[in-house]
C-alpha cells in the first residue's frame, strides 16, 4: 500500500497551509455539509417527475436506493468487524489533521460509501443529478483525505462499495418490489406518490 | 443504540434540514410547476424562482457560519439519517400548509377577467333547489343563440363567471349550472343539462333552435354525455374533460395542479370516479354524429394524459376537434382569454351569428 500512503502525503501536505483552504477543506468534509446535499437529491429524485410512468421510474429508484444504503451501511459494520484499519492521523506522525479523532476503522470510508450509494442511485434516473452526486462524493472522498482522517484507499473503497451496493439492488431488485409497492402504496394515499 | 452526542447540534440539523428540502421543494415548484408546494406564484417573474436556491443557500449560511460544533463528533450515520428524514416531514408539512394557506390570496392577486359592464347577470332558479347565474348579452332585437355552462364537480362559486361573460360579450345567452347536492350521483346528474335547456328555451330573447352546450372537467363529460343524448343540443364544447376514470389520480399529481387541501377533495369520495365512468363520454362522443364536438386540454394537464387521449378521442370518428391550448393546466384552461375567444368563435360558427348590437342589454328571466 505504498502509493496509498504517497498519494495520502502528497494530498495532506496541502493542509495547515492556507486558512481559507484549510476552512473550505473543514466545510466539506464534515458530516453534515454534503451529505445533506446528497440525501436532498434523493429528495429532489422522488418528487421531479410529472407523469405518472416517470414517477413510478424515479420513486422505485429512490426507494432502491435507500435499500442500498442499508445494504452498504451493513457490509461496512461488517468489515469493520473483520478487520481494523488506524486512522492516519493515529498511525503516522505530523499528519495535518483538520477534523476530530473518528474513533471507528478507517476503512472504508463510511461517509463516502453514503456518497456514492445516493450518487449512484440517482444517477440511474437522472445524469444532471447524478452527476451532481458524483461531484460532491469526489470531493467529500478529497477533502476527507486533504484532512488527514482517511486514506485514498478508504475513499476509494468506500465509492465502490457504494456503487456496488445500487448495482446490486438494481440487480436483484426483484425480492424487493413488494416493499417498493407498498411504500409506494402508502405515499399515494398521502397524496405524496 | 442511537447517540445523538448533542441535542443542541441535532435540533440545529434538524432546522437546518428542514430549511433546506424546503427550499428544494420551492425550486421543485418553480422549475416542475408544482401548485401544492408553490408558496408564491412562480409564472410572472424569472426573480421569483430564486426564492428556493436562497432558501438552501440561507440555510447552509446560518448551519456552517454559527454552529461551532461542526468539528467535533456530533450525530452521524443513522442518526444523521433520522434527523434528516425529520427534516424532510416538517418541510414537507410546513410546505405544503403553506401553499395550501397562501394559494386563494396568489388566486386573488391574479388578473380576473372583466365582466363587461352592461352585461345582465341573474340568478335563474333552474329547478328547485338548484340555482343558476344567467348572463344575457345583447337587446332582444333577435333571438340569441345560448349555451349552458357546466362547471367541474368542485368548482368554487364564480370560477367560471369570468368565462361565462366573455362567452356572453360575444353574443350568446349563458346559463351557468352549479352542482346540487341531489346531482352529484349517476344516474341524478343526467337531468342537469335537459332542465337547463327547458329554461333556456323558455327565455324570449333565447333562440330555442341555437343551443349548445358548454363543460369544465367533469361537467365536459356530462357535457358529452348530455349532447349524445339529447338532438336538440346543435354544439358542444369540453374543457378538460376528464374521459376515462382512470385518470382520476389519487396521488402526486394531484398537487402539480392543486394544493394539498384541494388534492384531498378532489375524489369527492369517490363520486367523480363513479360519474366519470356511468356518463362514459367516450362511448358518448360515438353517437354525436354528424353534429362536431370541440374538446380542449392545456399542454401541461397534469391529470390527463394527453396523447393516450387524444389519439382515442380521434379515432372516435370525424365527430371531435381536439385542440392542445399552450401552456394551459387541467384547471387554468377554463380561465384562459384564449380559450374563452377561441370557444367563443366556435360556438357562434356552430349556432350561427349573434345579434348584430354590441349593446347588451337585460332580459327578464322565466324560469
Request: with cysteine.
Amino acid at each position: 500500500m505504498n502509493w496509498d500512503w504517497v498519494l495520502f502525503q502528497t494530498l495532506n501536505n496541502l493542509a495547515g497551509r492556507w486558512p481559507l483552504f484549510d476552512r473550505v477543506i473543514q466545510f466539506l468534509m464534515n458530516d453534515y455539509a454534503l451529505t445533506t446535499l446528497l440525501s436532498v437529491l434523493v429528495v429532489a429524485l422522488w418528487f421531479r417527475s410529472r407523469t405518472a410512468a416517470e414517477r413510478e421510474a424515479d420513486q422505485t429508484a429512490a426507494i432502491h436506493t435507500i435499500i442500498a444504503l442499508l445494504l452498504a451501511s451493513a457490509v461496512v459494520k461488517g468489515l469493520n468487524l473483520l478487520f481494523f484499519r488506524l486512522r492516519p492521523f493515529t498511525a503516522h506522525d505530523g499528519v495535518h489533521l483538520l477534523f476530530y479523532h473518528p474513533s471507528d476503522s478507517s476503512l472504508p470510508s463510511n461517509s463516502v460509501t453514503v456518497a456514492f450509494t445516493f450518487a449512484v442511485g440517482v444517477a440511474q434516473r437522472s445524469r444532471r443529478l447524478g452527476a451532481i452526486g458524483i461531484v460532491a462524493g469526489t470531493l467529500l472522498g478529497l477533502s476527507r483525505v486533504i484532512g488527514g482522517v482517511h486514506y485514498p484507499l478508504d475513499v476509494i473503497a468506500g465509492a465502490l462499495l457504494g456503487t456496488a451496493a445500487v448495482l446490486l439492488v438494481r440487480r436483484y431488485q426483484r425480492p424487493f418490489s413488494p416493499l417498493v409497492q407498498g411504500i409506494r402504496a402508502l405515499a399515494r394515499r398521502l397524496l405524496l406518490a | 443504540m442511537l447517540k445523538f452526542v448533542s441535542a443542541y447540534l441535532a435540533l440545529s440539523y434538524v432546522a437546518f434540514a428542514t430549511l433546506v428540502v424546503a427550499g428544494l421543494l420551492q425550486a421543485l415548484a418553480a422549475r416542475y410547476a408544482i401548485v401544492g408546494f408553490a408558496l408564491l406564484d412562480y409564472r410572472p417573474s424569472a426573480r421569483r424562482r430564486l426564492v428556493g436556491p436562497l432558501l438552501i443557500l440561507t440555510g447552509y449560511a446560518w448551519f456552517f457560519g454559527t454552529r461551532r460544533e461542526l468539528l467535533t463528533p456530533g450525530p452521524a450515520g443513522a442518526e444523521l439519517v433520522i434527523l434528516f428524514g425529520a427534516g424532510v416531514l416538517l418541510a414537507l408539512g410546513l410546505t405544503l400548509l403553506g401553499a395550501t394557506l397562501l394559494h386563494p390570496y396568489r388566486r386573488a392577486g391574479l388578473a380576473q377577467p372583466q365582466r363587461p359592464a352592461q352585461l345582465r347577470v341573474e340568478r335563474a332558479s333552474v329547478d328547485s333547489p338548484g340555482e343558476a347565474v344567467l348572463f344575457v348579452p345583447a337587446p332582444a332585437d333577435r333571438a340569441a343563440p345560448a349555451i349552458c355552462l357546466v362547471p367541474d364537480l368542485r368548482s368554487r362559486e364564480g370560477e367560471l363567471e369570468g368565462l361565462a361573460g366573455e362567452l356572453a360579450r360575444q353574443g350568446l345567452v349563458v346559463l351557468l349550472l352549479a352542482w346540487e347536492t341531489g346531482r352529484q350521483e349517476y344516474p341524478e346528474a343526467l337531468s342537469m343539462v335537459p332542465v337547463a335547456m327547458a329554461v333556456l328555451s323558455r327565455q324570449p330573447f333565447v333562440d330555442a333552435h341555437r343551443l349548445g352546450v358548454v363543460g369544465v372537467n367533469l361537467g365536459g363529460d356530462l357535457a358529452l354525455r348530455a349532447a349524445a343524448e339529447d338532438r336538440q343540443i346543435r354544439a358542444v364544447a369540453a374543457l378538460a374533460p376528464e374521459m376515462d376514470e382512470r385518470n382520476v389520480l389519487l396521488g402526486l399529481g394531484l398537487l402539480h395542479e392543486m394544493t394539498y387541501g384541494e388534492a384531498l377533495g378532489w375524489g369527492a369520495r369517490g363520486r367523480r370516479r363513479r360519474l366519470i365512468r356511468d356518463l362514459g363520454a367516450l362511448q358518448a362522443v360515438e353517437r354525436l354524429g354528424p353534429r362536431t364536438a370541440l374538446i380542449l386540454y392545456g399542454s401541461e394537464d397534469a391529470l390527463v394524459p394527453l396523447v393516450t387521449t387524444r389519439a382515442r378521442l380521434e379515432s372516435s370518428g370525424p365527430a371531435v376537434e381536439v385542440d392542445i391550448v399552450p401552456g394551459e393546466s387541467h384547471l387554468s384552461l377554463a380561465a384562459s382569454p384564449q380559450v374563452a375567444a377561441r370557444l367563443a368563435q366556435w360556438l357562434t360558427t356552430r349556432l350561427g351569428p349573434a345579434s348584430p348590437s354590441e349593446e347588451p342589454s337585460a332580459g327578464g328571466v322565466q324560469a
